[in-house]
């Protein structure tokens, strides 16, 4: 029977993939960790289980004692944090997935899911339609993490046959949980004020296009990716995927469609700068070829999904 562990459970990701998790295999089947428990009652009908993603000696007790198959690694500090606090981020990022492949390279589970981001490209890379291989030069803490995250990951599959597999998320947009300190989590504050009847004062320039994805599609490609036979995965270090990409003045323009009072304003931060050295939108050939993917929300339907969700 498969057994999997969600470690950063606790996270905006973390509680969207478990409750896919939980409607996909069953309760019983998923338990969470975190160094705090959820607050979603839902996530908390799992098993829970306190771990510090950091501290190798705890991470190889859970990972040695709870026979688990499966292992998503999801700890991570994000960009805007990351750049206040980025040797913080650094030792973060780096020494709890560290941690998880030394577990797996020993034989403690099947198989490991850990996130990548489109945090990895930099101002070289292709801006439109960025493909899957290209030049590599992250302008934050949290974009290098993910660079060798992907290469670590390479090597254990490479050198020890660890079957670590990984997406390269855009921005992600749910509505389980509060934004969580990245640089496209604007458009989440952005569904709130609108909800709440609130002007809402953007930290990007309205002009700034990012890919986005909707949860739903995210937790979705995540287990297809999981489920895929290992012969068919071809990318040892992150896949691309797209969802669908906007720009803060096309979001406000769709959220006015549906909510007319609402508006927003600019006021540029670091945070700009950030988004200024990521792609406009994604090529993800790699991942409908080798797993069948395809996103299900475009730009439309991804906000009338979240005003939706938000409103009940």
Same mark, same amino acid.
């Given at each position: ?10 996270? @905006? ?23 705090? @428990? ?27 004692? /709870? ?30 997935? #560290?941690?998880?492949?030394?577990? *797996?390279?020993? +034989? ?6 850990? %996130?990548?981001?489109? *945090?990895?490209? /930099?101002?070289?890379?292709? !801006?439109? @339609? ?30 020890? /046959? ?7 998320? %855009? ?18 504050? *952005? ?39 290992? $012969? ?9 995927? &797209? ?17 007319? $009072? ?9 945070? @700009?700068? #950030? *988004? &200024? ?9 790699? &991942?409908?070829?080798?797993? /069948?993917?395809? &996103?299900?929300?475009?730009?439309? +339907?991804?906000? !009338? ?8």
């Amino acid at each position: 029977m498969e057994k999997h562990l969600v470690i950063g459970a606790s996270g @905006q990701l973390g509680i969207e993939l478990t409750l896919g998790m939980q409607a996909r295999y069953g309760i019983d089947a998923v338990v969470v960790s975190d160094i705090r @428990q959820s607050t979603d009652l839902d996530v908390n009908r799992s098993e829970f289980i306190l771990l510090d993603a950091s501290d190798a000696h705890a991470v190889r007790k859970v990972l040695a004692e /709870g026979k688990f198959t499966h292992v998503y690694h999801l700890v991570a500090m994000l960009s805007a944090r990351g750049e206040q606090n980025p040797l913080d981020a650094w030792d973060l990022n780096m020494k709890s997935l #560290i941690n998880v492949l030394e577990c *797996a390279k020993d +034989g403690l589970f099947e198989k490991m899911f850990w %996130p990548s981001s489109i *945090a990895v490209f /930099g101002p070289n890379a292709p !801006k439109t @339609q960025t493909p899957q291989n290209t030049f590599c030069d992250p302008t934050t803490v949290y974009g290098v993490s993910k660079v060798a995250g992907e290469l670590w990951a390479k090597y254990y599959f490479e050198h020890y /046959g660890v079957d670590v597999r990984s997406i390269r998320y %855009p921005g992600l947009i749910g509505h389980r949980s509060q934004p969580g300190g990245g640089t496209t989590d604007y458009a989440v504050e *952005a569904f709130y004020c609108a909800l709440e009847d609130k002007p809402f004062e953007c930290y990007l320039e309205h002009y700034e296009t990012l890919p986005m994805m909707h949860m739903e599609d995210a937790v979705r490609a995540t287990l297809e990716l999981m489920e895929t036979s290992k $012969e068919n995965i071809t990318v040892r270090t992150s896949y691309n995927l &797209a969802g669908c990409s906007f720009s803060p003045s096309e979001l406000n323009s769709e959220i006015v469609k549906i909510i007319p $009072e609402f508006s927003t304003s600019y006021k540029p931060d670091l945070r @700009q700068q #950030i *988004a &200024a050295s990521w792609p406009d939108s994604i090529n993800d050939e790699a &991942a409908r070829s080798d797993w /069948g993917w395809s &996103a299900k929300y475009n730009t439309t +339907g991804l906000i !009338k999904a979240m005003l939706q969700a938000l409103k009940v």
